[in-house]
């Protein structure tokens, strides 16, 4: 009888430190860390907005469809804000439409700068547009780390051991990747003409 005892503990004992019963939690908790920071990353570009366009106005007041497109692309990114435990492939596309949105705004409103020499030298605007790189580049950092902690989690959740314990006792589904949106005009290369 002392055998068998011996014998379910060891299993028990085996099973239990390789199922996920911690694994998978603390992986759920970077999940939800490196989506906070993505959204994080997000919301600077957006709260530098209202700067660059006030900026663009003083210079460009012609340009109002332009500047009210970012306006409203700004309004439409910030409007769409899910939470971690919310990531599913149509809110993760919402999400990305709507950044991709404003992203695009943005790159008219640049286009628009470069007709202002005046503008691009205002040491405001320059500030302001070194700024707004250096957050697509915390965002890009931001994403990556968001990718690689829901790869972690995804293996987790769908490979064994870990697998077995999530399907008997946690039932967490794998979460969404970012995704391409645009994935036939990124595979084109670009077209350059002199």
Known sequence: MLKYNLIIALFCVLFLSACGMRSIPISINTVDAA?????????????????????VKGYAAHEKETL????????????????ADQLTPDTMKQF??????????????????ERYPDLKASQNFR???HQLEGTENRITVARNRYIE??????????????????????KHKPKPQFAVENLEQVQEPPKVDF
């Not at 920071?37 to 570009?45: D, F, I, M, P, T």
């Not at 970012?70 to 990114?77: K, S």
């Not at 990305?96 to 700068?113: C, E, I, P, W």
């Not at 989690?153 to 064994?160: G, H, Q, W, Y």
Request: aromatic share 8%; hydrophobic share 45%.
């Open 35 to 55: 989506w906070a920071e993505v959204q994080n990353q997000y919301k600077r570009r957006t709260d530098l907005i209202p700067n660059l366009v006030k900026t």
């Open 127 to 129: 500030d302001l547009q």
């Open 96 to 113: 990305s439409q709507a950044q991709a949105g404003l992203t695009s705004a943005l790159s008219k409103l640049m286009l628009v700068v």
């Open 68 to 83: 009210q497109a970012v306006i409203d692309a700004r309004a439409n990114a910030t409007k769409t804000n899910i939470s």
């Open 149 to 170: 902690a829901i790869k972690h989690f995804n293996n987790l959740v769908t490979a064994p051991p870990e697998s077995w314990y999530n399907s008997l006792f946690l």
